[in-house]
């Protein structure tokens, strides 16, 4: 008895109409937003401990400190908000266009040094170095891939971390040119990929913000000690109310601002790796149809 093989075709998991056009539009707001998100979050405190500051150096009266806030503020309210968010925006978009190496690196650090097994880790210490070689995409992913059983996705890696000779394949042009391709064979898997990327820009901004306000807010509590004991000295009038609440300001901020950076640090590696994963992943569904999805 002959039996008859049905063809299985894989279908997109979503399509569009014009997906080049979706894909922009999704671009844009990630970009915007990514950028927008990051500025306001470090504007926003550095600017109550600059103003704090300043308002220590120039002695103003704590039992008036709301009153000129709002003097000095409510002329230019509108003024003042539309360059808030300029300033924001330009200034997140710094952060949101930096390279990413650095808390990748720090949190690869942290990660690596935690696992009792490192063998199989997408980053790894060689035999001249006692910390891990961090370069995206990683010397070590293709030990990574085969260690948890995704052999279809190691094989698409033409470096192995265990095989020196193949060091010189390993470039950050890999996955980007994947992204490429799959955006161009299939677009209406690009949404996702855009996405992560977009997830893992985010993560990082607010990493690089945080680090600014930790160090921004060493700075003032620097000034306004500077000032306190500059008073002093000059025997003029201190206003201890608003010294101590402008201190512990700052102090607060640094404790708080250091966990959300060490939080970051704990999980960002991962995402990093996530997104491997998933362009690869996508880039092999991808070549059942379309075969030369590979090829250079």
Request: glycine share 2%.
């Amino acid at each position: 008895m002959k039996i008859q093989e049905k063809k299985v075709e894989i279908q997109p998991a979503r399509t569009f109409k014009n997906p080049s056009i979706w894909t922009s539009i999704q671009e844009f707001l990630n970009d915007f937003f990514g950028s927008l998100i990051p500025g306001i979050y470090f504007s926003f405190f550095i600017s109550i401990s600059i103003l704090s500051t300043i308002l220590i150096i120039c002695s103003i009266d704590s039992s008036n400190f709301i009153d000129n806030t709002v003097k000095l503020v409510n002329p230019f309210s509108v003024e003042l908000f539309i360059c808030f968010l300029i300033f924001s925006f330009v200034i997140g978009s710094v952060f949101y266009r930096k390279d990413p190496k650095e808390p990748d690196r720090l949190s690869a650090e942290y990660i690596y040094n935690k696992s009792s097994d490192k063998i199989g880790m997408a980053v790894q210490a060689n035999s001249k170095e006692k910390k891990p070689q961090v370069d995206f995409p990683y010397l070590y992913i293709y030990e990574y891939l085969k260690d948890r059983g995704l052999n279809h996705l190691a094989k698409m890696i033409p470096w192995k971390g265990n095989d020196p000779s193949t060091y010189k394949y390993r470039t950050k042009m890999f996955i980007n040119i994947l992204k490429i391709r799959i955006n161009y064979f299939v677009p209406e898997h690009n949404a996702d990929i855009i996405k992560n990327e977009a997830h893992i820009r985010l993560i990082s901004s607010l990493w690089f913000a945080t680090k600014g306000i930790i160090a921004i807010s060493i700075f003032n509590i620097i000034i306004i000690l500077t000032a306190f004991i500059v008073q002093l000295v000059l025997d003029l009038d201190i206003e201890y109310d608003l010294l101590a609440i402008c201190c512990l300001w700052n102090f607060l901020q640094i404790i708080l601002f250091f966990f959300i950076r060490k939080s970051i640090i704990k999980f960002y590696h991962y995402q990093r790796v996530r997104e491997i994963v998933y362009v690869l992943e996508t880039a092999y569904l991808a070549s059942f149809t379309y075969k030369n999805i590979f090829k250079l």
